[in-house]
């Protein structure tokens, strides 16, 4: 990286919300992923990295131990840090970007549902649409092979959740609410924002406090603008791809 690309990510990053040893954990993580560094090999000096991302020492031990706390840095007194488990590649979870594919991959998935006091006011933003006169909270985990890939936090409007408390009770409340005929679905949207996980989320999906996550938000109203779910999904970061179809290939 030269002086002046150094400078310029140093300026951009510096304007972000994300602190700067979860950025610099971030590239380190990365530069793993892609076998710069191989297990046994030696990474940058804590000098190096300082100096290369312009950060103070206290910020590169901080995105060292994060490292070392997923297992795969470590760090020997008088001889330096060195790779010792390399990044799995886990992106497997695809982020949809239409109503079909977001359903398909979900609707067998059978959730551990979690006690949901206290119940949240639902967090509705300006163009959301209007609020039902009352929602049901859900709260659950979703796993693969056993292991947690989702922890979602779901809003279900009463009189929708009143048509099938069971499944919904049961299973993935997307699938479900997909599946009443009586409910005319006009409009759902969703956003996705990369984060870093709470002790909530930490908690429930087995990750280090902060490590990096996509947050997935999800809302679907009625053909009279009436919000009939929002749900709020946090993803393990290194599960999640993106992958969006610009130009399709011509049979």
Not at 30 to 40: L, P
Not at 78 to 94: D, L, Y
Not at 126 to 141: H, K, Q
Not at 189 to 212: C, F, K, M, W, Y
């Amino acid at each position: 990286m030269t002086n002046r690309a150094r400078k310029s990510m140093t300026r951009q990053d510096a304007d972000s919300r994300v602190p700067r040893y979860l950025q610099v954990a971030s590239v380190l993580r990365r530069r793993i992923r892609d076998g710069h560094w191989a297990v046994g090999d030696k990474i940058a000096t804590l000098e190096e990295l300082e100096h290369e991302f312009d950060v103070a020492r206290v910020t590169v031990r901080q995105a060292i131990d994060l490292l070392q706390g997923e297992g795969l840095v470590k760090s020997f007194q008088g001889r330096g840090t060195f790779v010792i488990k390399a990044v799995q590649s886990n992106r497997w979870m695809q982020l949809a970007t239409d109503w079909e594919s977001l359903i398909a991959p979900i609707r067998d998935h059978v959730p551990q549902v979690l006690p949901s006091e206290p119940r949240p006011v639902p967090r509705l933003e300006e163009d959301d649409g209007t609020p039902a006169e009352a929602y049901v909270f859900l709260r659950s985990v979703q796993k693969r092979s056993g292991k947690p890939y989702a922890y979602a936090r779901v809003h279900i409007a009463k009189h929708v959740y009143a048509q099938a408390p069971k499944q919904f009770s049961t299973r993935v409340a997307l699938a479900v609410l997909s599946e009443i005929k009586e409910i005319a679905i006009q409009r759902a949207h969703q956003t996705v924002v990369v984060g870093s996980a709470d002790i909530e989320a930490a908690r429930h999906l087995g990750i280090a406090l902060n490590a990096p996550t996509a947050e997935a938000r999800c809302v679907v109203s009625d053909k009279g603008g009436v919000v009939l779910y929002i749900g709020e999904i946090t993803y393990p970061g290194d599960y999640v791809r993106l992958n969006i179809e610009l130009i399709a290939q011509e049979g």
